[in-house]
């Protein structure tokens, strides 16, 4: 099983990206999913996440209004459109999936790292003038 995730690039502040996420092996419809992101010397954060099971969506503070997750179930992607990219989104950003969250959802936990087994290898975001 192998998760992908794209779309990352140099962007200007105020700038817009779409990540992508995809998987070779698995139905992401399966799965919560959610967007990670890791600056250098710094752990790694929940961005967002979506249970497709009940349509639950999640933001960090950080992010909440500017970015948006969804999903193409055809398609067997998730994306997160990132507008209005600021120095401080500058990370790299991995998608992962989370079986236990999937079927047992718990709102304070869906930016535990430790419950999302799968990860792709991440893809890198600069935000830079």
């Known amino acids: 099983v192998q998760l992908q995730a794209s779309g990352g690039g140099l962007v200007q502040p105020g700038g817009s990206l779409t990540l992508s996420c995809t998987s070779s092996g698995i139905g992401l419809d399966h799965y919560q999913i959610g967007w990670f992101r890791q600056a250098p010397g710094k752990k790694r954060e929940g961005v967002s996440c979506i249970n497709p099971r009940d349509g639950t969506i999640d933001y960090s503070e950080s992010v909440k209004g500017r970015f948006t997750i969804s999903e193409d179930k055809f398609k067997n992607m998730v994306y997160l459109q990132m507008d209005s990219l600021k120095p401080e989104d500058t990370a790299v950003y991995y998608c992962?999936?989370?079986?236990?969250?999937?079927?047992?959802?718990?709102?304070?936990?869906?930016?535990?790292?430790?419950?999302?087994?799968?990860w792709g290898q991440g893809t890198l975001v600069t935000v830079s003038s």
């Open positions: 992962a999936t989370s079986e236990i969250l999937y079927y047992s959802p718990v709102r304070t936990q869906v930016f535990t790292p430790d419950l999302y087994l799968q």
